[in-house]
């Protein structure tokens, strides 16, 4: 299928705005032994990251709106990236030297919104108080299982995490619990050592993680165990029975300056059921089975903007059969901008848009029944936060049917009756123009079609869904 640019330009070129860049320090990092790397700008910490959250669903008690957690984080340093992306070569990382990173900061619950008896997803924000430090040793002894080694050496930089950013989460029960999330934080940094981070100018920390539960290599029974190191952070804690353990894989980078005013940002992520739309409703809005075609399992989620205007991850799991099923994870994005000022309340959270695209470039793995290219190939995606999913996090009304076609401004009343849409396209090619768009040929799309809302052909954005187990959210500026 052929990407209808001509449809769309003048569309977009209405309706969307351009994100701005973010100044990131980039510098030199000195490695405690004498040595030096140059040209650095991210920090990528191990996936062997560890997370708890204290005593909250799905392994703690059930999660419900106002309710406030403790979450712990831990992790060391498993690579340092250029400006470009490439890995910047040190063979005495985690032999000679490590860096490793502890934080620590209470978060509220926002929302849960079912999708289903078994699938739920849940927003949450940070609230005052949260701190992170980052260590240097020259005795590496960091160790996942038990939680010791990350609270010690020499401090290198420490910080608070500001207020109010969101993440979220999803999980399933179905066949053994399992989740996925994602998170964008902020930290003012207020310390860094001059003998570690050359320019010292840095005023903020950027730092951005998936979610996945269960853990698997990242199980750890402790935080802070044997710490050493100052800071704000509880004594040693062990792990409860009730804490929900996540693998953390993030990356950071260091902020120069304030970030500028007028740029935007997403977080989202959910669970496609296998069932497609349109089905017909019954009277108390669920689906008719027998009236509803099988279309495979999704997994997806990431973020996107924030600062620098264009920056952030994307993973879309594909699942029709044991025998048929794809990953699909972005490498870098090329282009983010939002468009449709409003928002839909109360799921705005003050955002100043309803809508974003975003466009990267991404690659195949894990491909079982399926020949597509592995990559690099260009993909865009479109969301819509129209609802926290949904109707009180319900499936669409059956009594109110959502009318809303996307791409098109959303009205008040799809905000009652319409659930957040998401679309991704994925061409066959890494090609893209100067405007931004993919210029190759789509070899897979996510939805089932043009949704019945949309009657005209011109319309942007007919190859999604709307949600119905998930979470768009929207984020203000500098959010």
Same mark, same amino acid.
Not at 436 to 464: A, E, K, R, W
């Given at each position: ?122 927003? +949450? ?14 005795? &590496? ?54 003998? +570690? ?26 935080? +802070? ?22 693998? #953390? ?27 497609? #739309? &349109? ?47 794809? #990953? ?131 319309? &942007?954005?007919?190859?999604?869904? +709307?949600?119905?187990?998930?979470? #768009? ?7």
């Amino acid at each position: 299928m052929k990407r209808l640019l001509s449809l769309l330009l003048s569309f977009l070129a209405v309706s969307i705005g351009t994100g701005h860049a973010e100044t990131f320090w980039t510098g030199t990092v000195f490695d405690g032994t004498g040595g030096s790397i140059s040209n650095v700008l991210n920090f990528d910490w191990s996936s062997s990251g560890s997370g708890a959250a204290q005593g909250v669903g799905p392994t703690g008690s059930p999660l419900t709106p106002g309710q406030s957690f403790t979450f712990r984080y831990e992790s060391y340093l498993f690579a340092i990236t250029d400006p470009n992306g490439q890995t910047i070569p040190s063979p005495d990382l985690n032999s000679k030297f490590e860096f490793t990173v502890v934080a620590q900061f209470p978060e509220e619950v926002v929302s849960v919104t079912p999708a289903s008896p078994t699938i739920s997803t849940a927003t +949450f924000k940070t609230l005052p108080g949260g701190v992170f430090y980052i260590y240097n040793d020259t005795h &590496p002894n960091s160790n996942v299982p038990n939680g010791s080694g990350f609270d010690d050496g020499t401090l290198v930089a420490k910080g608070t995490i500001d207020p109010g950013q969101f993440s979220t989460f999803t999980s399933i029960s179905s066949n053994g619990i399992t989740g996925i999330g994602s998170t964008i934080l902020y930290g003012k940094v207020t310390y860094v050592n001059p003998a +570690f981070l050359i320019p010292t100018n840095i005023t903020g920390i950027r730092f951005e993680g998936t979610l996945n539960y269960p853990p698997l290599d990242s199980a750890t029974g402790a935080f +802070f165990a044997g710490r050493t190191g100052e800071g704000n952070l509880d004594p040693p804690y062990t792990v409860a029975s009730n804490d929900l353990m996540l693998k #953390v894989d993030g990356s950071s980078k260091f902020i120069q300056a304030p970030p500028p005013q007028g740029d935007c940002r997403v977080t989202a992520g959910g669970v496609k059921d296998g069932i497609t #739309v &349109p089905c017909a409703l019954k009277a108390n809005g669920m689906p008719d089975p027998k009236t509803c075609a099988e279309a495979g399992f999704d997994t997806w989620g990431g973020q996107a903007g924030a600062q620098p205007g264009v920056d952030g991850n994307w993973t879309h799991h594909h699942v029709v059969s044991p025998k048929q099923s794809f #990953v699909f994870h972005s490498n870098s994005l090329f282009q983010i901008a939002c468009s449709d000022p409003g928002c839909c309340v109360p799921a705005c959270a003050n955002a100043e848009n309803h809508q974003i695209d975003f466009a990267g470039i991404g690659s195949f793995s894990n491909q079982k029944g399926y020949n597509f290219p592995t990559g690099p190939l260009c993909f865009e995606v479109h969301l819509e936060d129209i609802g926290e999913p949904g109707p009180g996090g319900r499936w669409p009304s059956a009594t109110t049917p959502c009318t809303h076609c996307p791409g098109t401004p959303i009205e008040p009343g799809d905000c009652v009756n319409c659930t957040d849409y998401y679309e991704l396209l994925i061409y066959d090619s890494a090609a893209y123009d100067t405007d931004g768009y993919c210029t190759g040929n789509v070899i897979y799309y996510n939805g089932p079609g043009v949704p019945g809302s949309c009657t005209d052909p011109n319309d &942007p954005h007919l190859f999604g869904y +709307f949600t119905r187990a998930g979470n #768009v959210q929207m984020h203000p500026e500098n959010n």
